[in-house]
């Protein structure tokens, strides 16, 4: 199985992450851009996730929220800014679990090579507390077990 790669710049407040999959790059945006699918793979596989909003067009808006085994509800929002279908993705992206702005900024690219995508992500932080505060949350796990969910579903 594919390994999700999970970098952390801290010299450019990043985090950077990429993956191939084996599906078209079609498929891969569907995955990004349709409600129906997001809601079966973005989170850990414990956490139901809801989409509040998601009108993906350039200034549109986005509201996920995910629900833990205990009922406790965690939201994220952002607005889309960036949208070149089926290779480019970028939005603002906060968590709504920490008070204050902690905005960061994220940018996916979808590359097809012979019927596989690759497919990274760059988040951007204001400053290294957010960026630490990110990390210490769960990141990580929570993304590469949301990037396995997402090729189990764009692979079938």
């Known amino acids: 199985?594919?390994?999700t790669n999970f970098t952390v710049k801290r010299e450019t407040l990043e985090v950077a992450m990429d993956r191939v999959f084996d599906a078209p790059a079609?498929?891969?945006w569907k995955a990004f851009t349709d409600p129906q699918f997001i809601v079966q793979w973005w989170g850990p596989r414990n956490m139901t996730t809801t989409?509040?909003?998601m009108d993906v067009k350039e200034g549109g808006q986005w509201r996920y929220i995910q629900r833990d085994p205990q009922g406790k509800d965690y939201a994220?929002?952002?607005?889309?800014e960036e949208i070149e279908e089926p290779r480019l993705l970028s939005n603002t992206f906060n968590f709504e679990g920490i008070p204050g702005n902690h905005e960061m900024y994220e940018t996916v690219t979808l590359e097809e090579i012979n019927g596989q995508t690759r497919a990274a992500s760059t988040a951007h932080y204001?400053?290294?507390?957010?960026?630490?505060?990110m990390l210490h949350s769960g990141m990580e796990s929570g993304a590469v077990e949301s990037w396995d969910r997402l090729a189990e579903l764009v692979e079938r």
Do not use: Q, S, W
């Open 1 to 3: 199985m594919p390994k």
């Open 51 to 53: 989409i509040d909003k």
């Open 126 to 133: 204001a400053n290294l507390e957010d960026l630490d505060g």
């Open 76 to 80: 994220f929002h952002g607005v889309y």
């Open 26 to 28: 079609a498929a891969l």
